[in-house]
């Protein structure tokens, strides 16, 4: 069975860091691209982008690059979100994915990582 | 950034009804355009991809249709469990931009 699970709920203080990880199982993860996507409260779906664990190849919404750092340890199939210096607009569920080749959809989901960033 | 529209923002329908959304891209996308159920508290669901193919496991009350710039979702017959809003996506340029959704709701 695929699964991308992602760790729990963070409460942080603007000007923190942050990691976040999403694992997969059930298939090939070096064979996938792995996305993230964001969720405002209350709000719509926002593409932050993809990285390919076979080589750390990203792709980066330009509205978020240089805000957040995608990364990815193949060796135990975990993708990574990471901010180095939060603030509250970070607040937001953020939901890890597996893409497959150019043009696929995401077709598999983690079950999201609740951010809230506040003072 | 390729720019997606969907209409109407929000319906209300009753079980039985045919529902119908749309969703239109800035420029044309061919037929890289997916759809998204999502429920309250739950990570989005992929239901058709390509424009029109069936994502495994979703019930074929589902369909899409369209190429280009303009895209239509169709459900058939509402199920009470198809309450939910809905997403289109594209996938044939970064950033692979969403719809702003359309939230189907019980007449």
């Known amino acids: 069975e695929v699964q991308l699970v992602q760790s729990g709920a963070e409460v942080k203080e603007p000007g923190e860091s942050l990691k976040i990880s999403c694992k997969g199982s059930?298939?090939?993860?070096?064979?996938?691209?792995i996305g993230w996507v964001r969720q405002m409260p209350g709000k719509g779906l926002e593409w932050v982008g993809i990285?390919?664990?076979?080589?750390?190849?990203?792709r980066y919404n330009p509205s978020f690059r240089g805000q957040v750092t995608f990364s990815v340890d193949k060796s135990i199939s975990t993708a990574y979100l990471q901010w180095s210096n939060l603030k509250a607009s970070d607040t937001a569920m953020y939901y890890c994915a597996r893409q497959g080749g150019s043009y696929q959809p995401f077709d598999y989901w983690g079950q999201g990582t609740l951010v809230t960033v506040s003072p | 950034d390729i720019q997606m529209t969907q209409s109407p923002s929000s319906l209300s329908a009753s079980v039985g009804e045919r529902v119908t959304i749309t969703c239109r891209a800035s420029?044309?996308?061919?037929?890289?355009l997916n759809w998204y159920q999502q429920k309250p508290g739950n990570a989005p669901k992929l239901l058709i991809y390509g424009a029109s193919s069936l994502q495994s496991g979703v019930p074929s009350r589902f369909s899409g249709s369209g190429s280009g710039a303009d895209f239509t979702l169709t459900i058939s017959s509402l199920q009470p469990e198809d309450f939910a809003t809905y997403y289109c996506?594209?996938?044939?340029?970064?950033?692979?931009?969403f719809g702003q959704g359309t939230k189907v709701e019980i007449k």
């Open positions: 996506q594209q996938s044939y340029r970064p950033p692979r931009t």
């Open positions: 059930g298939f090939s993860f070096s064979s996938y691209w």
């Open positions: 420029q044309s996308i061919s037929s890289y």
């Open positions: 990285i390919n664990p076979i080589d750390s190849d990203t």
